[in-house]
């Protein structure tokens, strides 16, 4: 059996990629890293790696982590810059005993000495885009933040191994140095290979409140179903966190078990995308629904449409 899961229809490519390797008996973390590089490398994504949108000066500053489930080795890198594949990094950092997360500069140092690929991550575009929100937060006094997508990937191997990542270069318009959930275990991600594994996307300075990829693991341990455990965690904390907080910001969560089966939960429209070997590679949108439920349906060609005209419109 294999499987792979990843949030947001952007990783579609990314998943198709990984689901070849996966039939030919790769490895789970050969597949969320190839997966993850896809979404890095395509331009026209706001918010992974190339193309990614910019700090409030103007900076990318990407997360990323990978996580292997037979092992619990995880690597991690926080505003890390100039450097074309963070998750790459991060899957190397995951072979380290010591000093296995790295932040800024000592990311970035540990990237370059490490011999991978370093490439201006601001395009024309991300920085033309950059440029109208300065103006416009100058111009109105609005607040300047504009939501992020992480790509999250969970993975299975026929060799029942599992893995999981991230990758995100974060809040746009963020002061520099600040970090979401993306690279922290059990908020951004989490994987054991005898359970199952989920990741997030979101509002990190929410998830990382409530640690929802472990909570989902953690139930799915305790014999839940992927689906269950996603409504369970998530509707449950956003009503808690409105609650004891005031308010819940946008997140959304992928799960899948050592069974290739899934679960997705999320507060808002979210769109995500899965192949197994007993599923054809599909994008589906969810949305919340009635008593703590998910729907899920497959996207329409229209959206698909809308989508790709949206991404790619002039700036």
Same mark, same amino acid.
């Given at each position: 059996?294999?499987?792979?899961?990843?949030?947001?229809?952007?990783?579609?490519?990314?998943?198709?990629?990984?689901?070849?390797?996966?039939?030919?008996?790769?490895?789970?973390?050969?597949?969320?890293?190839?997966?993850?590089?896809?979404?890095?490398?395509?331009?026209?994504?706001?918010?992974?790696?190339?193309?990614?949108?910019?700090?409030?000066?103007?900076?990318?500053?990407?997360?990323?982590?990978?996580?292997?489930?037979?092992?619990?080795?995880?690597?991690?890198?926080?505003?890390?810059?100039?450097?074309?594949?963070?998750?790459?990094?991060?899957?190397? *950092? @995951?072979?380290?005993? %010591?000093?296995?997360?790295?932040?800024?500069? +000592? =990311? &970035?140092?540990?990237?370059?000495?490490?011999?991978?690929?370093?490439?201006?991550?601001?395009?024309?575009?991300?920085?033309?885009?950059?440029?109208?929100?300065?103006?416009?937060?100058?111009?109105?006094?609005?607040?300047?933040?504009?939501?992020?997508?992480?790509?999250?990937?969970?993975?299975?191997?026929?060799?029942?191994?599992?893995?999981?990542?991230?990758?995100?270069?974060?809040?746009?318009?963020?002061?520099?140095?600040?970090?979401?959930?993306?690279? *922290? @275990?059990?908020?951004? %991600?989490?994987?054991?290979?005898?359970?199952? +594994? =989920? &990741?997030?996307?979101?509002?990190?300075?929410?998830?990382?409140?409530?640690?929802?990829?472990?909570?989902?693991?953690?139930?799915?341990?305790?014999?839940?179903?992927?689906?269950?455990?996603?409504?369970?965690?998530?509707?449950?904390?956003?009503?808690?966190?409105?609650?004891?907080?005031?308010?819940?910001?946008?997140?959304?969560?992928?799960?899948?078990?050592?069974?290739?089966?899934?679960?997705?939960?999320?507060?808002?429209?979210?769109?995500?995308?899965?192949?197994?070997?007993?599923?054809?590679?599909?994008?589906?949108?969810?949305?919340?629904?009635?008593?703590?439920?998910?729907?899920?349906?497959?996207?329409?060609?229209?959206?698909?449409?809308?989508?790709?005209?949206?991404?790619?419109?002039?700036?």
């Amino acid at each position: 059996m294999w499987g792979i899961i990843a949030t947001w229809r952007m990783a579609h490519d990314g998943v198709l990629a990984a689901k070849e390797l996966l039939e030919q008996e790769g490895t789970c973390g050969d597949a969320v890293e190839t997966s993850i590089k896809c979404v890095e490398d395509y331009p026209f994504y706001k918010s992974v790696g190339y193309g990614g949108l910019p700090n409030e000066r103007g900076i990318v500053e990407m997360d990323a982590a990978f996580m292997d489930g037979d092992t619990f080795k995880i690597g991690a890198v926080a505003g890390i810059v100039d450097i074309a594949n963070p998750i790459s990094v991060a899957r190397k *950092l @995951s072979n380290e005993k %010591f000093n296995s997360f790295r932040v800024g500069q +000592g =990311a &970035t140092e540990y990237a370059m000495l490490a011999g991978f690929e370093r490439k201006n991550m601001l395009t024309p575009r991300a920085k033309k885009i950059w440029k109208k929100r300065v103006a416009e937060v100058a111009k109105t006094n609005l607040s300047p933040y504009d939501g992020h997508d992480t790509v999250g990937v969970v993975s299975l191997d026929q060799h029942t191994g599992m893995a999981a990542g991230t990758s995100s270069s974060g809040l746009f318009m963020k002061k520099q140095g600040r970090v979401g959930d993306s690279p *922290l @275990s059990g908020s951004g %991600f989490y994987v054991d290979s005898q359970i199952g +594994g =989920a &990741t997030a996307t979101g509002l990190g300075e929410d998830l990382m409140k409530g640690c929802l990829a472990y909570e989902i693991v953690r139930l799915m341990g305790e014999g839940v179903t992927p689906q269950k455990a996603c409504d369970q965690a998530v509707y449950s904390f956003t009503d808690l966190l409105k609650e004891r907080y005031g308010k819940a910001g946008a997140f959304s969560l992928v799960a899948m078990n050592k069974a290739g089966e899934w679960g997705v939960a999320t507060n808002v429209e979210f769109t995500f995308t899965v192949a197994t070997e007993k599923e054809q590679p599909a994008i589906y949108l969810a949305n919340p629904g009635v008593d703590q439920t998910t729907i899920i349906e497959p996207i329409t060609k229209e959206w698909l449409d809308a989508y790709e005209k949206r991404i790619k419109a002039p700036v």
